[in-house]
């Protein structure tokens, strides 16, 4: 643990708890008392000074003597603030000036109070010690050429003088002349070999050049001397515990203790202790202590962020370095913890904005160097990758796990050969290393060598047999299609490791593939039963039950993960998606709203929020955690695009398009966006900037469709169908997709020509039947042009392939219910089952209820879609005719006249007939 810097000590010596004061002697003589004070001192028994001292101040308030010692107890234990008042008391009682004033200060300089320190001494003049001291409180305040003139001015004064020496060199650190700063010191310690200020300023510095036994002789040489100074013994136990002494640490941690059993230094020196111990919860309970005294404790804050990180607690961890960070730009360590964050979270760009700075800062820092490659590669920026871990391997070339990373980078970008060197040449500097092995065999195998990929298996296995290594054979048995062997790998990593979940999932795919997906069930069901806790395999459950078309129990299963695992972010985000498609929109954000609260800083967790806001209705939430989001993810071009929807929703059109814009600037070639501004663009007729999108695009891609397609929308929106046209079928003949075929089918309709519209689009469809969408968009044409029975046709395809599609079904419902086909009611019935609260559904659901004479079954539905969707005049309109012909003509009227309050609903002459008809 490097020392606390005077800043930092001021911070914490701020808050530092004070001592609880024991019952007085009467009758005894203060000058006695204070007597039997000073060799209490000299023992280092500060708790029995501090009774002395406050008996003689008991007896005599005013003995100046008294005031000053206790200070200077309370000064060596730590307790700023009691030593700082008794400095008061003392001068208010009129100690000499030169003995009060220099103590005073250097409490204050403690507390951070610089200015108040150079209002308290003489500007001008003044002995050394005052000069010193004002020189202190200007490199406090970054004034360090007025404090360097001090510190000669008090050098000529009195050669050799101590402050004034350690002064200057803690500016030679500031500028980093290391040497320079020992020269200073050690002439401070010849010309006063016990002071303990230049004892531990020399430990600082050799433990700063890795002499930590020397360093340690320094501290504990002040404590020789000074028995009850604190800060010597906390710097100790930071030695002791960076050295790996960590009995020694423990030792003098207890006897920092007795001095002060509160201290906060001795309270993070225990948490660091703890953290270096791998006992990471009691390591955050101490720094919770430090930090709800001294909220604003740098050190604690980089602790209590190390520790968060290693427990991937990555929102806390991100809190702590977040607030050290705005203190301390540009900490090293820091900044790793930082962009290890951002690694965990996919986030490798992030990473790679982050390592940036500080590898210009410390270009030779391997364990930089190191990550810098890996969030190159992540960023599939294989050759930068590859570059910097060459520099890494170079500065230190004994390390196999530098070794095996450059065959990765290598590997990323097609360099097989010298992968494989690499990756060979770290198996052989140690066949342990995580990655080499199983890189080494991805290699072969991307290369189609699988006997080499195989060969490289049995030598892993012969070095030593473990359930990575059988699951890493397996995938090669299967890539060379022996699926019985895989099977038997796989199962042997199971006999190692029963809850291996890789080869379980694997097993289980098998399982699946050999339609047996009950075999698969069954499988992490025992697994469970082994691990009834295990969330993952929860989630698996989850999976296979949704490929099963059983949407109850994969939700039932997620639920269980999540209480399982509450603080969770994976299975709880799932669920909360899940919640979404079945349109459980409450369930969604209830769900959504504690994942934020418990990850305030993750992104996932807000943009689940900000969609289940959406799914509810509730835009204004919604645009305001878009907002959150976009700002948390600066140079996101698709949190932009978030945020222009829920704007678009809100009809603010501006300001959508001001986001979209900025999407553009931060991602050029994003579809979305592109599409996004030519069709806001157009809504406002600004045709020529709508042009140089879709052109732009043209021109950035002229093998692709979409900037054609772009141009056609702009003349499909000014009545130019014939030269749209012409435009979507250069589109689609750069891209055969749905959206191109769809757009040729809406120009081809647009000029008439209905009939090879249908042809064009149903020619596609027999090359893409599986092209949900596209059929989809047909059949609601069809019915849009009252071409019921080949809307049905079309729905039947969609729900033959997809038993589950709720909106498929819904439609298909409606279409039949046109033909007066009796299997409508059915088809509705089956998609209120798998979605209940869509509203859309329930419509559909209670309408065809109420055409086929079952107003009483109807009602229930209709109220519940009409709840639901307010705004929708249809679902209002057929909820009052179910109250009407339930009876309830009051509560029919009502819903009616609000029907008439809304002038955009066309059906207003419908509704007074109505209402004037009773």
């Known amino acids: 643990m490097p020392p606390l810097p005077p800043s930092l000590r001021a911070a914490l010596a701020a808050a530092l708890i004070a001592s609880t004061l024991p019952a007085c002697k009467h009758g005894a003589d203060p000058d006695h008392l204070v007597a039997g004070a000073r060799e209490y001192q000299r023992k280092g028994e500060s708790k029995a000074a501090v009774i002395e001292l406050k008996n003689a101040l008991q007896h005599a308030p005013g003995h100046g003597a008294a005031r000053m010692l206790l200070g200077d107890v309370y000064l060596d234990s730590?307790?700023?603030?009691?030593?700082?008042?008794?400095f008061r008391r003392a001068r208010e009682l009129g100690a000499p000036a030169a003995e009060a004033l220099p103590r005073l200060a250097r409490t204050m300089l403690l507390q951070q109070q610089y200015e108040e320190?150079?209002?308290?001494?003489?500007a001008e003049g003044g002995a050394p010690e005052l000069l010193a001291l004002r020189g202190y409180a200007l490199l406090g305040l970054h004034r360090r050429n007025e404090a360097a003139a001090l510190f000669e001015q008090a050098l000529s004064r009195q050669p050799g003088h101590v402050a004034a020496l350690l002064g200057k060199a803690r500016l030679a650190l500031q500028v980093q002349d290391a040497a320079q700063a020992h020269a200073h010191v050690d002439a401070a310690l010849a010309a006063r070999p016990v002071d303990p200020d230049a004892l531990r300023m020399k430990g600082d510095l050799l433990r700063m050049d890795g002499k930590l036994d020397q360093a340690l002789a320094r501290h504990l040489e002040i404590i020789k001397n000074l028995p009850g100074n604190l800060q010597a013994r906390v710097d100790a136990a930071g030695i002791q515990i960076e050295a790996g002494r960590h009995a020694e640490a423990k030792a003098m941690l207890a006897a920092a203790r007795k001095i002060a059993p509160g201290g906060l230094q001795v309270i993070y020196t225990q948490a660091l202790l703890n953290f270096r111990e791998k006992n990471l919860h009691g390591a955050l309970e101490h720094l919770q202590l430090v930090l709800r005294a001294a909220p604003d404790h740098l050190p604690s804050l980089l602790l209590a962020g190390a520790v968060q990180y290693e427990l991937n607690n990555g929102a806390q961890a991100e809190q702590y370095l977040g607030r050290f960070l705005q203190a301390e730009p540009g900490h090293l360590y820091a900044g790793k913890l930082m962009a290890?964050?951002?690694?965990?979270?996919?986030?490798?760009?992030?990473a790679i904005r982050l390592l940036a700075p500080l590898l210009e800062k410390h270009p030779d820092d391997v364990e930089l160097l190191a990550a810098a490659g890996d969030a190159h590669m992540r960023a599939r920026q294989f050759t930068r990758a590859a570059e910097l871990l060459q520099r890494a391997t170079e500065l230190a070339p004994a390390k196999p796990a530098l070794r095996a990373a450059l065959g990765a980078s290598h590997l990323g970008k097609g360099d097989g050969p010298r992968a494989i060197a690499e990756l060979e040449r770290a198996l052989g500097m140690d066949a342990a290393t995580p990655r080499a092995g199983p890189l080494l065999v991805l290699t072969h195998l991307r290369n189609g060598d699988h006997a080499k990929a195989l060969a490289a298996v049995r030598t892993l296995e012969a070095r030593g047999n473990n359930p990575a290594v059988q699951n890493l054979k397996g995938g090669v048995l299967l890539a060379q299609r022996d699926t019985e062997g895989a099977r038997k790998a796989f199962e042997a990593a199971l006999a190692l490791e029963a809850g291996y979940l890789p080869a379980l999932q694997n097993l289980a795919q098998l399982d699946t593939l050999a339609r047996q997906p009950e075999r698969a069930r069954q499988r992490y069901e025992a697994a469970l039963a082994r691990d009834p806790r295990n969330g993952v395999l929860m989630t698996e459950l989850a999976r296979l039950a949704t490929a099963?078309?059983?949407?109850?129990?994969?939700?039932?299963?997620?639920?269980?993960?999540?209480?399982?695992?509450?603080?969770?972010l994976a299975p709880s985000l799932l669920l909360a998606n899940y919640y979404l498609r079945a349109g459980e929109r409450q369930k969604a954000l209830t769900l959504a709203q504690k994942l934020h609260s418990a990850h305030p800083a993750s992104a996932e967790a807000l943009t689940v929020l900000a969609e289940s806001q959406t799914a509810s209705g509730d835009h204004e939430a919604a645009l305001e955690s878009h907002a959150a989001l976009a700002a948390m993810q600066?140079?996101?071009?698709?949190?932009?695009m978030r945020l222009a929807g829920t704007l678009m929703g809100l009809n603010q059109r501006d300001e959508a398009l001001?986001?979209?814009?900025?999407?553009?600037?931060?991602?050029?070639?994003?579809?979305?966006?592109q599409q996004t501004a030519v069709r806001l663009l157009t809504e406002r007729r600004a045709w020529l900037e709508a042009l140089e999108v879709a052109r732009a695009a043209q021109r950035r891609h002229p093998d692709a469709g979409l900037g054609y397609k772009l141009e056609g929308e702009i003349l499909m929106a000014r009545g130019q169908a014939p030269q749209a046209l012409k435009l979507f079928e250069q589109a689609y003949g750069r891209e055969q997709s749905g959206p191109m075929a769809i757009a040729v089918h809406r120009a081809l309709s647009a000029t008439g020509r209905s009939g090879d519209a249908a042809q064009r689009i149903r020619q596609y469809l027999e090359y893409h039947p599986r092209d949900t969408p596209t059929r989809l968009y047909l059949a609601s044409a069809l019915s849009q042009a009252r071409d019921y029975a080949g809307a049905v046709a079309q729905y039947e395809r969609v729900v033959e392939a997809d038993p589950e599609h709720v909106v498929a079904l819904n439609d298909l419902a409606w279409a039949s219910q046109q033909l007066k086909d009796k299997r409508?009611?059915?088809?509705?019935?089956?998609?209120?089952?798998?979605?209940?609260?869509?509203?859309?559904?329930?419509d559909t659901l209670?309408?065809?209820?109420?055409e086929q004479g079952q107003p009483e079954r109807a009602l229930p539905m209709l109220k519940k879609a009409s709840d639901a969707a307010p705004r929708v005049g249809d679902i209002r309109f057929r909820y009052a005719s179910a109250l009407m012909r339930t009876g309830d003509r009051p509560a029919a009227r009502r819903q009616f006249e609000l029907l008439l309050a809304d002038r955009d609903f066309p059906r207003q002459d419908e509704v007074k007939a109505l209402l004037g008809g009773w």
């Not at 320190?117 to 003489?122: G, K, R, Y």
């Not at 290890?340 to 992030?350: N, P, S, V, W």
Request: glycine letters at 8%.
């Open 340 to 350: 290890g964050l951002a690694l965990r979270a996919g986030k490798a760009d992030e």
């Open 658 to 673: 001001a986001a979209v814009r900025k999407a553009l600037e931060l991602e050029p070639d994003l579809g979305v966006a």
């Open 634 to 640: 600066p140079e996101s071009a698709l949190a932009q």
């Open 824 to 842: 409508a009611l059915a088809y509705a019935e089956r998609a209120y089952r798998l979605a209940p609260s869509n509203p859309a559904v329930a």
């Open 117 to 122: 320190t150079l209002a308290l001494m003489p």
């Open 78 to 86: 730590g307790d700023v603030l009691s030593a700082d008042k008794e």
């Open 548 to 568: 099963q078309g059983r949407p109850a129990e994969a939700m039932a299963w997620l639920e269980r993960a999540s209480r399982q695992q509450p603080d969770a």
């Open 846 to 850: 209670g309408g065809i209820l109420l």
